[in-house]
């Protein structure tokens, strides 16, 4: 037994100078990261935002509405095996990003085969998606599932909600999630306020607060505290960007940071940089809700996630910091910048990453390029 000494560290998100941590070997760092990066929002499965060079849209439902995809996403939701595939890239890119902790939406049992079957994995929440659209599943489906599944999730490491796509395409549902996820000890997440003042609707609907059990908001751009709400918010600074060339104001009424689109723009370990310069305020307060905000808002353990990375915390801050070494609940996944058990890189991943969204391209295009 050594120690892992290191020059700096962002510590329950707090900055420290010079810390020697007891570690299977001798080893220094320039930055320790306890716990790692936090991804309070992905949607594995997707492959194609919609995305149109110079097209900004005012709200997330005209930009939902009006897209214009080159796949058929339901149809590689309904691909099991494909959307595994995907949805376990996703968990490995996130790890060797130095993200230990990641929130997925999209198709149940693809994102839960998917993270049984890999030997290294982060932290999970399992929130499916509910919709009552062509390709989505229903509340009761999802209990389904989860019954089926909840046994083989090992303590501590994963934990299974609900996910209501948005206050316009399912309010309906609203409800009943959040009474699955009360009997599941778990949460609900909801696109809300993403161009749109929603908090107050959002409210009503779920009858509180207090509510059943706890809600996760995603985005929350508009000026609107979600606490007052009862709301617990994640942003996603990056797609918010792209789509509408703005986010929250400020990081205040944000607990934790989302990725959305990690296969087209990776995790949140990676968008350090992106989100500093959006906001332009205490990096160091930005770093606590990129580490600790996700599992504050899920209310998830972090004891034994950590990320050590060469390149100091100036580095970091400019996205020039490499991921060298990464343990999730004390077990070492990630060991000299790959994946311990494959020996696999982030270049590696991000390859084969590229290779899956040309198959899904390939095996389910639009019948014509049509709107989302």
């Not at 996910?163 to 549902?173: D, E, N, P, T």
């Not at 350090?272 to 332009?280: D, Y």
């Not at 970091?316 to 004390?330: D, H, I, K, M, Y």
């Not at 696999?344 to 899956?356: C, F, G, H, N, P």
Request: charged share 25%; aromatic share 8%.
């Amino acid at each position: 037994m050594g120690y892992l000494e290191a020059g700096e560290a962002i510590i329950y998100g707090r900055y420290v100078e010079g810390v020697r941590i007891r570690h299977v070997i001798d080893e220094y760092y320039d930055l320790v990261v306890i716990p790692g990066f936090s991804d309070g929002h992905m949607h594995p499965q997707v492959v194609d935002a919609g995305l149109e060079p110079g097209v900004l849209w005012r709200h997330s439902y005209e930009w939902f509405e009006n897209r214009r995809l080159v796949v058929d996403e339901a149809g590689i939701r309904s691909d099991l095996k494909l959307s595994s595939m995907l949805a376990s890239l996703v968990f490995k890119r996130s790890l060797l990003e130095g993200t230990t902790l990641v929130a997925v939406t999209g198709r149940l049992e693809a994102n839960l085969r998917a993270w049984l079957s890999l030997r290294e994995k982060p932290r999970t929440v399992f929130l499916p998606t509910v919709m009552k659209r062509r390709g989505w599943a229903s509340v009761s489906e999802v209990s389904d599932v989860a019954q089926r599944y909840v046994k083989y999730l090992d303590d501590g490491l994963a934990r299974i909600g609900v996910f209501v796509h948005s206050v316009r395409y399912g309010a309906s549902m609203l409800r009943d999630a959040l009474l699955l996820a009360k009997r599941l000890g778990s949460v609900v997440g909801i696109h809300v306020s993403e161009g749109i003042r929603e908090m107050e609707e959002l409210a009503r609907l779920a009858g509180g607060p207090p509510y059943p059990a706890r809600i996760v908001g995603v985005h929350c751009m508009e000026d609107e505290d979600p606490a007052y709400y009862g709301v617990t918010c994640i942003s996603c600074p990056y797609s918010n960007h792209l789509l509408y060339r703005r986010t929250r104001r400020s990081i205040s009424g944000i607990t934790g940071f989302g990725s959305d689109w990690p296969l087209l723009v990776g995790s949140v370990g990676s968008h350090i940089k992106m989100i500093t310069s959006l906001f332009k305020e205490d990096p160091v307060g930005i770093l606590k809700r990129a580490t600790m905000g996700g599992y504050k808002a899920y209310g998830m353990r972090h004891q034994g996630d950590m990320v050590a990375i060469d390149g100091g915390l100036r580095r970091l801050l400019e996205g020039r910091a490499r991921v060298r070494l990464v343990t999730v609940n004390n077990r070492l996944v990630v060991r000299e910048g790959r994946l311990v058990s494959t020996g696999e890189s982030l270049k590696d991943v991000t390859r084969k990453i590229q290779a899956a969204i040309m198959q899904a391209k390939h095996l389910y295009p639009a019948k014509q390029v049509v709107k989302g």
